[in-house]
């Protein structure tokens, strides 16, 4: 697959993710998991409680929010880039998903109403390749959170793919996620995850969880 230059000024992010979902099902991208194990421990780890106000990132494709609902959370929110994903991820829950805020948005440009308990993402921080997008992450990421409240993020690891879905990635360390995000959020639990694609193909992941800390 031949890679798209992400910061060239013809690159459409949304138009990107729309068509990808256009084409594959939320079971055939490369990220999917049946069961998200390592997203559930770290969230059980952080201690929040069923009613507390959690937002996932690029979750349109993922299967975390029917895990979180059938363990009782309330107060979930799920936003992603593409409408298709949405659209796939409500049709999978059928009559739950009513209760669930659905957002669609890029996170670049997102500007949350209130703020959140816990931040979720799995596999978008990677693709933002340019260092303003980078920085327009971290500040919404900054203003969403609560001091005490949680972001864990997971992407490919420094072994892991340097391109996915015909886009080049960013791999990272904890070290490096750590000093992307700076002083705002500290680093209190990190972990790995060799993950198998739909095609039987290893993408490395690393998990970080961080506390919002006040500056």
């Known amino acids: 697959m031949i890679s798209k230059n992400t910061d060239s000024p013809?690159?459409?992010?949304?138009?990107?993710?729309?068509?990808?979902?256009?084409?594959?099902?939320?079971?055939e991208v490369s990220w999917y998991q049946q069961h998200p194990q390592h997203s559930l421990d770290l969230?059980?780890?952080?201690?929040?409680?069923?009613?507390?106000?959690?937002i996932?990132?690029?979750?349109?494709?993922?299967?975390l929010v029917d895990f979180m609902l059938d363990a009782g959370y309330k107060n979930l929110s799920v936003l992603d880039i593409s409408q298709g994903a949405i659209e796939q991820a409500k049709s999978r829950?059928?009559?739950?998903?009513?209760?669930?805020?659905?957002?669609?948005?890029?996170?670049?440009a997102?500007?949350?109403?209130?703020?959140?308990?816990?931040?979720?993402?799995?596999?978008?921080?990677?693709?933002l390749t340019d260092k303003i997008d980078r920085s327009s992450y971290v500040h919404t990421m900054s203003r969403a959170l609560k001091p005490g409240a949680h972001a864990i993020i997971a992407t490919?690891?420094?072994?892991?793919?340097?391109?996915?879905?015909?886009?080049?990635?960013?791999?990272y360390s904890p070290e490096t996620m750590s000093a992307v995000l700076g002083d705002n959020f500290r680093l209190v639990e990190t972990s790995t995850d060799?993950?198998?694609?739909?095609r039987a193909s290893t993408q490395n992941f690393v998990y970080c969880?961080?506390?919002r800390v006040v500056q």
Do not use: M, Q
């Open 194 to 198: 060799e993950h198998v694609t739909p």
């Open 93 to 108: 829950l059928g009559a739950r998903a009513d209760k669930v805020a659905w957002l669609e948005h890029d996170i670049t």
């Open 10 to 27: 013809d690159f459409n992010r949304k138009d990107h993710w729309e068509h990808v979902y256009s084409e594959k099902k939320s079971t």
């Open 209 to 211: 969880r961080f506390i």
């Open 56 to 63: 996932d990132i690029g979750g349109g494709a993922s299967t």
């Open 110 to 127: 997102f500007s949350p109403d209130e703020p959140y308990d816990l931040w979720h993402d799995r596999a978008v921080f990677h693709f």
């Open 156 to 171: 490919f690891d420094l072994n892991g793919p340097e391109k996915c879905s015909g886009l080049d990635v960013v791999r």
């Open 43 to 54: 969230i059980k780890a952080t201690g929040v409680d069923v009613s507390a106000r959690i």
